[in-house]
Nanobody, 115 residues
């Protein structure tokens, strides 16, 4: 099993930055895939960024050039650096991991971007 705990959400003005953290209960090297999804009010959950064990990272078109996914193996933590935030980035951000064929999710962290 993998336990994920997000932090770093909050309220920020448009154009600002936030860094989300996702602390995992096991080595992130052992996890096949990790990433971030988000869900805006009234909308379906969507992929923001994800990486696989081959260290290939995929980004949603809407965040390319603004968001960066990274990891710190010493801390078993993944990060999502979000710059140039827009009001449409508002939503609950969820960390996910795929490990031994099963998907795991964090509890989510709220990001609100005011215009």
């Amino acid at each position: 099993q993998v336990h994920l705990e997000e932090s770093g959400g909050g309220l920020v003005q448009a154009g600002g930055s936030l860094r989300l953290s996702c602390a995992a209960s096991r080595s992130i090297f052992s996890i096949h895939s990790m990433g971030w999804y988000r869900q805006a009010p009234g909308k379906e959950r969507e992929l923001v960024a994800a990486t696989t064990s081959s260290y290939t990272t995929t980004y949603a078109d809407s965040v390319k050039g603004r968001f960066t996914f990274s990891g710190d193996s010493a801390k078993n933590t993944a990060y999502l650096q979000m710059n140039s935030l827009r009001s449409e980035d508002t939503g609950v951000y969820y960390c996910f991991a795929r490990y031994l064929g099963a998907n795991y999710w964090g509890q989510g962290t709220q990001v609100t971007v005011s215009s």
